[in-house]
């Protein structure tokens, strides 16, 4: 997983390959510990590079809008492909995060 730091209030994440059982808790344990930092007010996870994810990496985004939101931080991803946009059609979970186009449509951070 890279992080790249766009501003000093801003944490972009992007992750590649899969997310899945295999990776899924080292990928929580890095969103978590970029969200519990002080320094960023908002993190995008932009998952353009992502190119499939089960359960168990759904469920690592799930954690990190938790934390996100019991720090009172902005929680957004990006980049969707339709597969993935597909996932979180039928979890209904279109509805609960911030699903951006692409990084550029972050810009009130």
Not at 6 to 28: C, D, H, T
Not at 87 to 101: N, R, S, Y
């Amino acid at each position: 997983m890279q992080a790249v730091l766009s501003n000093r209030k801003l944490s972009v994440i992007r992750p590649q390959g899969s997310l899945n059982a295999a990776n899924a808790l080292e990928f929580e344990r890095d969103l978590t510990a970029a969200l519990r930092q002080d320094e960023y007010g908002a993190m995008l996870v932009n998952l353009a590079s992502v190119e499939s994810m089960d359960s168990a990496g759904l469920m690592a985004l799930v954690s990190a809008l938790k934390v996100a939101q019991a720090t009172n931080k902005r929680f957004s991803i990006c980049a969707c492909s339709p597969a993935l946009r597909i996932i979180f059609e039928l979890t209904q979970l279109d509805g609960v995060f911030e699903i951006l186009a692409d990084e550029t449509a972050l810009t009130s951070v």
